[in-house]
């Protein structure tokens, strides 16, 4: 309908990050320790569940991805903390008149065992979301030894958040 305004709106979001010798791996602003020393590479901390947080919510209002604000190829943002950058993003959110009604999230890892951090990572995104915990949902899960995941070449997660106008 022309001339009027949705109250909901929903975006996807998906991240792949490499495994690299030499990284830290950071998901949900969480430093884990990888079996086999292995870390998250990107330009910035390469927080694969953060970053697919942040394109759901920039694709919810078709704001484009999170490379449009904070591309690889500028030096301000090399191994940023994601977190920092998720807190920019929900500004935006904000200004454009949204709230965050909810945002779910699936990590798929085969190592390490992602569920004993789950709710330091929900309360490290709620935190800085400024929402209650209780709308951010986290689960965890391998991919049976199958694909990038399960060869352990990579972590990816996809989210999905749902706005709502205030």
């Known amino acids: 309908m022309k001339g009027s305004s949705p109250r909901f709106r929903i975006g996807n979001g998906y991240d792949i990050h490499r495994l690299a010798v030499g ?12 079996p086999a020393n292995l870390g998250l590479d990107g330009h910035s901390d390469a927080d694969v569940l953060v970053h697919s947080i942040m394109d759901s919510l920039l694709g919810a ?5 999170i490379g449009k604000y904070f591309p690889p190829t500028d030096e301000r943002w090399k191994d940023a903390n994601s977190l920092f950058l998720l807190s920019k993003v929900i500004e935006l959110i904000r200004k454009e008149g949204w709230e965050v009604n909810n945002i779910d999230s699936v990590i798929v890892a085969e190592r390490p065992k992602i569920k004993p ?12 979301l400024q929402v209650d915990d209780n709308l951010i949902g986290i689960k965890a899960t391998t991919n049976e030894l199958l694909g990038p995941e399960g060869r352990e070449e990579g972590i990816s997660c996809h989210s999905v958040a749902l706005l709502e106008k205030k």
Not at 61 to 65: A, T
Not at 117 to 128: A, D, F, L, V
């Open 23 to 34: 990284r830290r791996l950071i998901i949900g602003g969480v430093n884990l320790n990888h």
């Open 61 to 65: 209002l078709s704001l484009g991805d």
């Open 117 to 128: 951090y789950i709710e330091i990572m929900k309360r490290n995104i709620s935190q800085t």
